[in-house]
């Protein structure tokens, strides 16, 4: 079942992983075939540099560790994204407690009025992707660190 429509995650079904390959466009084919000749620090370095967004793509290749992190600081980190799909889609490829470690360095640099759409779309990714109780427990803990600061910030608009 690969056509135009399908379930998502959250419904019990996940269409198989050749189905979001088919559905890529051609030049999202092209840059994959690309990027999974390279290694894992090559291609890292080419999607920060020629990427202003986090490409679709970067789900569909292994990564190092350290390539995980540079991959998320360079555009996660200190940013809001208005949908949950960049994170869900680091989270598809980092672990939880490494990917919120970096999100979690870069909260300082997030405009204060941007916080609840931070939380809104966290909420759902890490909802999503948390499967343990050790992952549920972390994304808790995240949570609720973003839940101080949207009310800090509230009480200083009061």
């Not at 999202?28 to 620090?41: D, G, H, M, P, V």
């Not at 980190?77 to 470690?101: C, E, N, P, W």
């Not at 759409?117 to 343990?132: D, Q, V």
Request: hydrophobic fraction near 40%.
């Amino acid at each position: 079942m690969c056509g135009a429509f399908s379930l998502g995650v959250g419904w019990g079904f996940t269409p198989p992983y050749n189905c979001y390959i088919r559905n890529m466009n051609e030049k999202n084919r092209r840059e994959l075939a690309y990027i999974r000749e390279l290694s894992s620090e090559e291609a890292a370095t080419y999607l920060i540099e020629n990427h202003s967004y986090a490409p679709v793509i970067m789900k569909h290749r292994s990564w190092k560790k350290p390539d995980q992190i540079r991959l998320s600081k360079a555009f996660v980190q200190g940013q809001v994204h208005a949908t949950y799909r960049v994170y869900s889609d680091f989270l598809s490829f980092m672990s939880i407690t490494l990917f919120l470690k970096v999100v979690e360095e870069g909260l300082a640099q997030i405009d204060p009025d941007r916080l609840d759409l931070l939380y809104y779309y966290f909420n759902i990714a890490l909802g999503r992707a948390a499967k343990t109780e050790k992952q549920i427990a972390r994304a808790k803990e995240f949570l609720v660190i973003l839940e101080a600061l949207i009310e800090k910030r509230v009480k200083t608009i009061c």
